[in-house]
C-alpha cells in the first residue's frame, strides 16, 4: 500500500471518529475526498492527463477544511494536513 493511500485511509478514519463535526464541513469534506480519489482512480488508468484545475481543487479545499477545524478538531485537521502533504509528494 502506497503511503498516500494509507494516508488516504488515516484521514477517513480519522473523519469517521468525530461525530460532532458539523454537517457542512462533513459533506465539504466528503466531496473533497471523493474528488480526490476519482482523480487517483483516473491517474491508474493508462493515457491519463491531469486536468490542474480540477486536480488542484480538492486539495485547497482540504487545506481550507484543516484551517477551519484546527481549533475544535484538531486531530482531524491533522489528519487532513497530513492527505493534502501525502497529495503534494505524489505529484497530485
Sequence with gaps: MSDLQQTLRDLHR??????QLDPEQ???LEAALADIQQALAQAGKAGYVPDAARDIAPADALEGAAVRLETHHPGLA???RAFVDAL?????
Design 14 to 19: 480519522e473523519l469517521a471518529e468525530v461525530p
Design 26 to 28: 462533513r459533506a465539504m
Design 78 to 80: 491533522g489528519a487532513v
Design 88 to 92: 503534494a509528494k505524489a505529484g497530485i
